[in-house]
């Protein structure tokens, strides 16, 4: 028996059928439908226990319960080239279909205007979801060193352990070396915030470079004046160190003032969150909205409040202009900072 070829007509029928059966299956899943069931991973640069790690961990439940669909939220731990392995992995590897999200070092962020190698991942491309906090970092010299102040730091040594090539310590101290003069040696081997901070304590060094929040988990050092706080970093000084002079304060040009402002964008950086770039636009609208509620949410805030964690929401949408900002910084005072600060290859 002969079979039949189906007409050109019938089969412009049963594709244009199929075509608009696909379109209406894809328009039917929703955010909600897509992380229904699923796992979030939030990529977490740093080490377990530090300060960036407390704040990976306190945002998950509560991403979870604001994000549509409720998915699982898991934190994995991947540490390396001060941040560098984790934000490479987000960039290249990592899924783009919105399950998986990074957190990462605010220095970091700029590496590539500073000319260090950053294996081509371009942070500017990344879907921002916003910060948690507004950071304050401070130079803090252990009680038995001769830095008592920071006028001191242009007159004495002061060894603080460093944390990798790219980390904050690095870039930071090593700018401020170069810009101002003082006199900061960075020894550098040690695994992240926490073993730097016992460093000091055992005496292998006497300085570090810790956040406001890592310093209150040693409510001893500050009462019993075990460290001399010596300079803050944000640009508008904190209110809790009111007393504790700005590194920009310490600046004897408008150049250096210039150089500085560019180093320190940090006051509304912070905690960065962000998802890889390629994440489909309603999926990110949705973690970003997520995001900003989970900061805002009352349970969150007295968790936080509890393990003496600030909590300051920036924006995913401010977030991208101070990057974009900085990244718009004019070439000479970039120029300045390279020339000062350790390549990171």
Not at 60 to 87: I, W
Not at 203 to 224: I, K, Y
């Amino acid at each position: 028996m002969k079979v039949r070829s189906p007409s050109l007509p019938c089969l412009q029928l049963f594709s244009a059928v199929a075509i608009l059966f696909g379109l209406q299956n894809a328009r039917a899943q929703t955010v909600e439908d897509f992380y229904k069931g699923k796992t979030i991973t939030i990529v977490e640069f740093s080490v377990a226990g530090g300060p960036y790690d407390i704040y990976a961990r306190l945002l998950a439940p509560f991403l979870s319960k604001h994000l549509p669909g409720h998915p699982t939220v898991v934190v994995n731990l991947m540490p390396g080239a001060g941040g560098l392995k984790a934000a490479r992995y987000l960039y290249e590897a990592a899924p783009k279909d919105g399950t998986t999200i990074g957190e990462l070092s605010q220095t970091l962020i700029f590496e590539p205007l500073l000319g260090n190698t950053t294996g081509n991942v371009a942070y500017q491309k990344f879907g921002w979801l916003g910060s948690m906090s507004q950071s304050t970092a401070l130079i803090v010299a252990w009680k038995t060193s001769p830095v008592k102040k920071a006028q001191d730091l242009f007159d004495h040594d002061l060894m603080i352990a460093g944390t990798g090539a790219g980390s904050e310590t690095t870039v930071v101290l090593s700018a401020l070396n170069g810009i101002l003069g003082t006199r900061m040696k960075i020894i550098q081997g040690y695994a992240g915030s926490p073993a730097a901070m016992v460093a000091m304590e055992q005496g292998e060094v006497d300085g570090a470079f810790p956040t406001s929040d890592t310093l209150t988990l040693h409510p001893d050092w500050l009462n019993d004046h075990k460290v001399n706080i010596l300079i803050q970093t944000r640009q508008i000084p904190d209110p809790a160190f009111a007393q504790v002079p700005t590194a920009i304060s310490l600046a004897k040009t408008d150049r250096q003032r210039q150089d500085l402002q560019f180093l320190f964008p940090r006051d509304t950086i912070g905690r960065p969150f962000m998802a890889p770039p390629g994440v489909p636009a309603d999926r990110l609208k949705a973690l970003q909205d997520a995001f900003a509620a989970a900061v805002q949410d009352p349970e969150l805030i007295a968790l936080a409040k509890q393990g003496k964690n600030r909590i300051e929401l920036t924006r995913g949408e401010d977030l991208a202009k101070v990057i974009k900002d900085e990244y718009a910084t004019p070439a000479n005072i970039v120029a300045d900072v390279r020339a000062v600060i350790p390549k990171s290859d």
